[in-house]
């Protein structure tokens, strides 16, 4: 039998294949960065590092958080969506993570094609607190007094555009009355206010203000989720107590760039998940007030265009822009 010498390649091309293939270096292959678009100790951090040791773990190489707070969450964010290393991912939050570019058009990344979501790992509900000088001890008659007594309350927000504003702005349309948005680069200074009595409500993260609710400094009329807080029990959600509105849950999620590979991603989800079911893990998160929840790319990229259509949508509407 006569071998031609294009036989004898192709046969050693499917010998070497096999070998080839086993050469290829496994993911990763050196330190994976985290960057948390916020500071250590903030919400997102906690998320991060619930899962990192996890990861670091099961794929062999390190995962070093690395926090790039600024900018609302924008400038990690950005720095997550410019990675080109491979060996970068990140965590942030709603905002910088879905509706960021409709709110501010200059901004030079766009969440919704420059970031590849992985999972979601945390789900906040939001508390509706007021001072207790407001006469209201129920949303109904939270509402009854702000028709009656227009112009009378403040309420609370860390920034235009935040899901605090804008579930607040949603939450007044659609129970008729209107309060004068104050703006805050942040939930701490919010939260002095509102004990002080400069605000009259603010929907703040449960962290900020369950201290507070819990010594009778402010009190918890509803909150925004689909169900009660186990730290809240005898607080209703806003639809038990009577606003036909969907439920609010600010989120934490890890993206990667975009373009990051599918199977690396699946891969990454399913163990977030594995440890954010750890009971430790549950336990610490839960205690901040927030719940620990996996998901899988799919069902994140679902979440994150399902929140630039809802919240962009009312962006749109009311024309709000970022603070110069």
Not at 59 to 72: I, K, T, Y
Request: hydrophobic share 45%; net charge positive.
């Amino acid at each position: 039998m006569t071998i031609t010498r294009r036989g004898m390649l192709g046969a050693a091309t499917l010998v070497a294949a096999p070998g080839a293939l086993r050469a290829q270096p496994a993911w990763p292959d050196r330190p994976v960065r985290v960057i948390v678009a916020f500071p250590g100790g903030s919400t997102p951090d906690m998320a991060a590092r619930a899962v990192a040791p996890h990861l670091a773990q099961v794929f062999g190489q390190p995962f070093v958080v690395d926090n790039r707070a600024g900018g609302g969450g924008n400038i990690g964010t950005e720095a997550i969506a410019r990675a080109t290393d491979g060996h970068t991912l990140g965590v942030t939050i709603g905002g910088p993570g879905s509706t960021a570019k409709v709110l501010n058009p200059n901004l030079s990344y766009d969440p919704a094609t420059d970031l590849t979501p992985i999972s979601l790992l945390a789900r906040l509900p939001f508390v509706l607190a007021v001072h207790p000088s407001v006469p209201a001890n129920t949303v109904a008659e939270l509402i009854a007094y702000a028709k009656a007594n227009p112009g009378k309350l403040n309420y609370g927000s860390t920034g235009p555009g935040t899901l605090s504003h804008l579930a607040t702005e949603d939450m007044a349309r659609l129970s008729g009355f209107q309060a004068e948005h104050v703006s805050y680069r942040g939930v701490a200074q919010a939260v002095l206010d509102l004990v002080a009595g400069r605000l009259q409500l603010f929907l703040a993260a449960p962290a900020g203000v369950l201290a507070q609710v819990q010594d009778g400094r402010l009190r918890a009329l509803a909150v925004t989720g689909p169900d009660r807080m186990a730290q809240l029990p005898n607080v209703p959600t806003l639809r038990e107590a009577g606003v036909q509105m969907e439920p609010v849950v600010a989120w934490i999620g890890m993206f990667g760039p975009a373009g990051f590979p599918a199977d690396r991603a699946a891969r990454i989800a399913r163990e977030c998940n594995v440890a954010l079911n750890q009971p430790e893990q549950r336990r610490t998160l839960e205690a901040a007030g927030f719940q620990p929840v996996g998901s899988t790319p799919a069902e994140f990229a679902a979440l994150q265009k399902a929140e630039i259509e809802r919240w962009g949508g009312l962006i749109r509407r009311l024309g709000i822009r970022p603070e110069s």
